[in-house]
């Protein structure tokens, strides 16, 4: 029996985590000795070799055309793609790369134990794509013993982040928290309900919202930023020159970081930057750093009132602790300001590997095949020509850890997913399920044939197909408009047995497994007939681009 282990991708550094034998939490060390990775990759010039990590900014420093970051804020994008020696890659194909060095590393520290499977967590608010991406990433990677590593589950890191603060609790506790995860470069806002009672842990999502472009890194731009116009002020070498120079590039993605955690222990430092022949030392005060960055943290304060505002809660009242996670929350004014704003307890937890950690306690009590199989269809609801019953089938996930504790967990969807129906010819979207519902969902609405397709059928007015079109939605209203939705699907025919009239009702019910992943099931109100579809996302399979080529790709460093 191997291992199963949680896996933080995160967008700057990433974490690997299991629980061993005696219930203990490991962090995995990488080969170069740290229990943090970079999420970075170098493509070497020769075209054969990747080197992932901080390895990775090292090689980079000679060739920085050749490095590539921050590649989460583009997982489940169609339209992302990097072009590294004449090869293609999308987001995940990249991921793939960096989750191969993960699980290599994991593997050496394991001493040759198999892993059985890992839990990859990801921003509370990645939709079905962006999931989607980061399973295919993980499903790519092949394993010491041949195998190809199997992806147990997608949570969202601040759940993951919440089990893991669960489990350093031994006392009862009923309490409303938000986890405020500012990562490197993604932003999650979270409120979950903690329900400890003895033996049983339960762990309820309420909401969530965030950022996926808002993070770490736009504080290390921002005071890049600062430190090139000071330089330039002094020197009079031109900004946007500097800004485009590869080389400069590469030095400040390395000191500006270190800068930024240096202004977490003291007052000030500096940084003397070189440029065409010049050189000047630039002074940054903590001061000035939070002065520039301060627009940053507000859009994280705008995010959380807004998620508060929509679910119709206040923090005063509803909120009992401020749990922060990731590592740019070590960032002195992170913890100042909310104080500041929100005067509530704050609770900063092993922000770097909070999310591994958890993720890892529910690997170690994971089926392997927990939450993969759809349920059966659903007994019929809703009305007819457009009317919906959207129950929540609620009740999450269970798993039981190494030291006898119930754990359940109950995530919600973070999108609605709504259907495009006509009524009276006009196109319209009907949300079946609503964000916030907790997974599994799943909703139905009952309709006739013109209600799915515009006209309805031939000159007989008969039919032997429907086509079904799903949109992505932040709305949590019955109906939303088309310019509010997301289209990340194509319109899918459904072909029947034999033709019907155009007369006829059939039922369409959709459903979001507790990974995220979506069903759609049409029923023949009169025969009964089922038919079931997974919903085929706009672009084709373009999170394959490149998987064959970063999966053949020889790790070295």
């Known amino acids: 029996m ?9 967008t700057t550094y990433s974490v690997v985590s299991y629980v061993d034998d005696t219930g203990i939490i490991v962090n995995v060390e990488s080969s170069e000795g740290d229990k943090t990775t970079p999420s970075v990759v170098f493509f070497d010039p020769n075209g054969t070799d990747v080197v992932v990590g901080s390895g990775a900014r090292d090689a980079g420093s000679m060739n920085p055309e050749c490095l590539v970051e921050r590649v989460k804020n583009y997982m489940g994008d169609p339209n992302y793609r990097i072009e590294r020696n004449g090869t293609e890659f999308s987001a995940s194909a990249v991921s793939a790369i960096i989750l191969k060095k993960l699980i290599t590393d994991a593997e050496t520290w394991l001493g040759g134990e198999d892993i059985d499977g890992a839990i990859i967590t990801c921003p509370a608010y990645f939709g079905d794509a962006a999931k989607n991406a980061t399973r295919e990433a993980g499903e790519n990677v092949t394993l010491k013993n041949g195998q190809k590593l199997k992806v147990l589950r997608i949570i969202d890191e601040p759940t993951a982040a919440a089990v893991a603060y669960g489990n350093s609790c031994n006392e009862d506790m009923h309490k409303t928290v938000l986890i405020y995860d500012l990562g490197g470069g993604t932003f999650d806002c979270t409120i979950m309900k903690l329900d400890f009672e003895g033996s049983d842990k339960k762990y309820q999502v309420i909401t969530t919202g965030g950022n996926h472009q808002l993070g770490g890194k736009d504080w290390d731009d921002a005071l890049a930023s600062y430190v090139r116009d000071e330089f330039c002020a002094a020197t009079g070498c031109d900004a946007e020159a500097m800004k485009d120079d590869p080389e400069c590039a590469a030095w400040f993605s390395e000191k500006i970081e270190k800068a930024k955690i240096a202004l977490t222990q003291k007052q000030s430092t500096s940084l003397t930057p070189s440029f065409e022949g010049s050189k ?54 992170i913890e100042e300001g909310l104080q500041l704003h929100y005067n509530k307890p704050i609770s900063k937890f092993d922000p770097d590997k909070a999310v591994s950690n958890g993720a890892a306690l529910v690997a170690s009590g994971a089926s392997l095949e927990e939450n993969l199989d759809m349920p059966p269809v659903m007994p019929a609801g809703g009305d007819a020509f457009g009317g919906f019953d959207s129950p929540s089938l609620g009740g999450g996930s269970t798993f039981e850890d190494k030291s006898g504790n119930t754990n359940q967990i109950v995530e919600v969807c973070t999108k609605s997913y709504c259907l495009r129906y006509y009524n009276g010819g006009k196109e319209t979207f009907i949300n079946l399920v609503k964000k916030d519902e907790p997974k599994p969902a799943i909703g139905t609405t009952k309709t006739i044939i013109p209600g799915l397709v515009l006209g309805g059928g031939d000159s007989n007015g008969m039919t032997n197909e429907v086509a079904l079109l799903i949109m992505e939605n932040d709305s949590r209203d019955d109906h939303v408009e088309r310019e509010n939705c997301v289209e990340l699907y194509e319109e899918v025919p459904i072909m029947l047995a034999e033709p019907v009239s155009a007369s006829s009702q059939v039922e369409i019910q959709l459903y979001v497994n507790i990974s995220g992943e979506l ?39």
């Open 2 to 10: 191997g291992k199963k282990i949680g896996i933080d991708l995160g």
């Open 280 to 333: 000047a030392k630039v002074e940054i005060t903590r001061e000035k750093f939070d002065e520039i960055t301060r627009g940053l943290f507000d859009q994280t304060i705008y995010l959380v009132d807004q998620m508060l505002n929509d679910k119709g809660m206040n923090i005063v009242t509803d909120i009992d602790e401020i749990i922060l996670v990731g590592g740019s929350t070590r960032m002195l004014q």
């Open 519 to 557: 069903k759609l099931t049409l029923i023949e109100t009169a025969t009964g007939r089922q038919y079931e579809m997974i919903p085929v996302r706009k672009g084709g399979d373009t999170n394959s681009i490149g998987m064959d080529a970063a999966t053949g790709f020889t790790l070295v460093g």
